[in-house]
């Protein structure tokens, strides 16, 4: 038969769209046309599947071949379609039968030599496939790990083209070892080395059970970057679905290579302060690539020295801080990818970075001060809930060899602390205390009239601004939580006006 | 080399030519040849003029010999073909371009793989 037909899946951002892929071969002049809006490494497929047919010893026809990928309209890029393609030449030169193509999907490059290389996507793709009933999909034998999460599927990891023969012809499955997958890295990381710093550890708790965005301001080398490392250690693991979504993510980003695809832990991802918009919200022109606030999904997003990044980077962060996720548009499509991430800003005081209130070593100017973390726009402070100033630590803190809690402790305190949340805001739209909208606030989540009439207080001598009184608010219940206290009185009011304004000072 | 080539050529030619007497069509030409380049075959079949060019090859080393004809040659075969029915006052009649790739391997049968209306 000169048709054939044969399943893809293509990626639209994390959604997958089924592409059939028609071979029809006519006589005429040896040519090879490629219809469907492909993009650059799609066109070059032609070269490829060539060689890799005639290396796997099937021929290739000296007659007029038109490929065409539909739907038309939708743009597909990448070497994944390799595979499928050659796939149906074999079916339009009838060395493979067409029956039983329905229900499975090809994904994969293909090598010169017919060994079949990883792609990126492929989890995506399969959960994708899943959904519209695909029973089978033939993936490249170093992607396998990222088939075990996904149920309702039979994933067949192939390393060769020839495999795919045999496998066509015969039904031979390729020898394939699944042990070999199983290679999580525990993460070495844990709270107990951290040396001292007690208010920090506290803010950081409660960033982690409240869901609360958080900025640490102290001199360098006080220890803002190893404890803000250590949050994914306290946070509750994912769940399976959250863990699917996460690994989702990073395999449409090629980044599976530094993230287990089973792993329950949540991400860390810590861009450069210099990075560009682009990176951190996500973009590309035809492959719309995710970004670090995405690959930071269900995660902590860290960035340091975020004086430093340039105008826009940081703010560009608003959108996802407030949906959960980013969408973006360019000529290829609008793609959304998920963002839902716990902000970690870390910043110096000072230029210099010395400045700690005392003003003892600290070289810079009092403007010069103000201006810094003036760079920090106000409506991205204003998302912030929690400030807190690391400090140096002291000599007999160093000096002391007790341990700190371990991250195991404060994790478990913080499950406890959220399964009490969780209870209360049963049947409600939102989980976490940061989540609690300002009119609850006032009505159904109210603290304490003691903890309100402090409050209230603030707000008369200015000391507080409205966003400021329900971000106030929303800690308390997160310490009242903690506490096991069932709502917030007057203590934990003050403990939480003495978080949201620690740095207030500088 | 250049000799055995050229027979190689011609006896491709007169191969096809052979081939569509067989089926029926008369010769008109061959190896028409003007500044522009040179038809290899010129031929009636039921009232349609056939400009046919006839590609031979002793060894399949160096590919397929219809891939040698690529968009430039295409073009070029395109023209000829114009040119030959402007010269013998042909103007209006149908006409179609056709390919054929004769194999030459050793020992057995020369092969011709025929085309039509490839262009």
Redesign the interface.
């Known amino acids: 038969m000169p048709l054939a037909r044969v399943k893809s899946i293509a990626l639209v951002g994390l959604r997958g769209e089924i592409v059939d892929i028609e071979v029809d071969i006519s006589?005429?002049?040896?040519g090879y046309s490629l219809l469907g809006l492909p993009d650059a490494a799609l066109l070059e497929s032609k070269e490829r599947v060539r060689s890799a047919l005639q290396n796997s010893g099937a021929p290739w026809p000296?007659k007029r071949v038109t490929v065409s990928l539909s739907p038309a309209w939708l743009p597909k890029s990448g070497s994944g379609f390799d595979l499928p393609i050659a796939v149906a030449l074999l079916v339009a030169q009838g060395l493979v039968a067409q029956c039983e193509l329905t229900t499975l999907i090809f994904l994969g490059e293909l090598a010169l030599d017919g060994a079949i290389k990883p792609i990126r996507g492929i989890l995506p793709a399969l959960l994708a496939a899943v959904e519209r009933g695909i029973t089978t999909a033939i993936i490249p034998v170093a992607n396998a790990a990222e088939s075990i999460g996904v149920e309702g599927i039979q994933a067949i990891p192939i390393a060769r083209m020839s495999e795919v023969i045999s496998f066509l012809e015969a039904g031979v499955m390729p020898d394939f070892h699944r042990e070999d997958l199983h290679k999580e890295s525990a993460s070495s990381n844990d709270l107990s080395e951290i040396v001292g710093q007690k208010k920090a550890r506290h803010a950081l708790e409660m960033a982690a059970i409240g869901g609360h965005h958080l900025l640490f301001i102290g001199p360098p080398g006080t220890g803002k970057t190893m404890l803000a490392e250590r949050i994914p250690t306290i946070m509750p693991p994912l769940t399976r679905v959250e863990a699917l979504e996460v690994a989702a993510i990073h395999s449409i980003a090629g980044a599976l290579a530094t993230r287990h695809v089973t792993s329950i832990v949540p991400p860390f991802v810590s861009p450069h302060h210099t990075t560009t918009t682009t990176a951190m919200v996500g973009g590309g022109a035809n492959f719309i690539r995710p970004g670090a606030c995405s690959m930071a999904h269900r995660g902590v997003l860290f960035i340091d020295e975020a004086p430093e990044c340039k105008a826009g980077v940081l703010d560009s962060l608003r959108q996802p801080l407030e949906s959960g996720s980013v969408s973006i548009s360019r000529a290829s499509g609008t793609v959304t990818f998920p963002a839902d991430f716990l902000l970690v800003l870390a910043a110096n005081p000072c230029p210099c970075g010395r400045y700690n209130g005392k003003g003892r070593a600290c070289t810079c100017s009092s403007l010069q001060i103000r201006r810094y973390l003036q760079r920090l726009s106000g409506p991205l402070l204003d998302r912030i809930d929690i400030r807190s100033f690391v400090e140096v630590p002291s000599r007999t803190e160093l000096a002391s060899t007790d341990a700190g809690e371990s991250s195991e402790i404060v994790r478990a305190r913080v499950v406890a602390a959220r399964n009490i949340a969780a209870t209360r805001f049963n049947g409600l739209p939102w989980q976490l205390n940061s989540q609690i909208p300002a009119s609850q606030l006032r009505n159904k989540f109210r603290a304490r009239k003691e903890g309100m009439a402090f409050l209230h207080a603030q707000l008369d001598d200015e000391q507080i601004s409205a966003r400021g009184y329900h971000k106030v608010l929303r800690l308390a219940w997160t310490i009242a939580d903690r506490e096991g206290i069932s709502v917030p009185g007057l203590p934990e009011v003050e403990s939480a006006y003495q978080l949201r304004q620690g740095a207030e000072a500088l | 080399m250049t000799n055995r080539l050229a027979q190689i050529g011609a006896d491709g030619e007169t191969l096809v030519a052979s081939y569509l007497e067989s089926r029926g069509a008369t010769i008109i030409a061959r190896n028409w040849r003007i500044k522009g380049g040179e038809i290899d075959l010129v031929a009636r079949l039921d009232g349609m003029l056939l400009f046919i060019e006839v590609k031979s090859r002793s060894s399949a080393k160096f590919g397929h010999p219809l891939e040698a004809i690529g968009p430039e040659k295409a073009f070029r075969l395109q023209r000829l073909a114009l040119a030959w029915i402007a010269t013998h006052d042909h103007w209006g009649a149908d006409y179609r371009i056709d390919c054929a790739a004769v194999h030459f391997r050793h020992g057995l049968k020369p092969e011709i793989e025929y085309r039509a209306g490839v262009l």
């Open positions: 006589d005429g002049l040896p000296n």
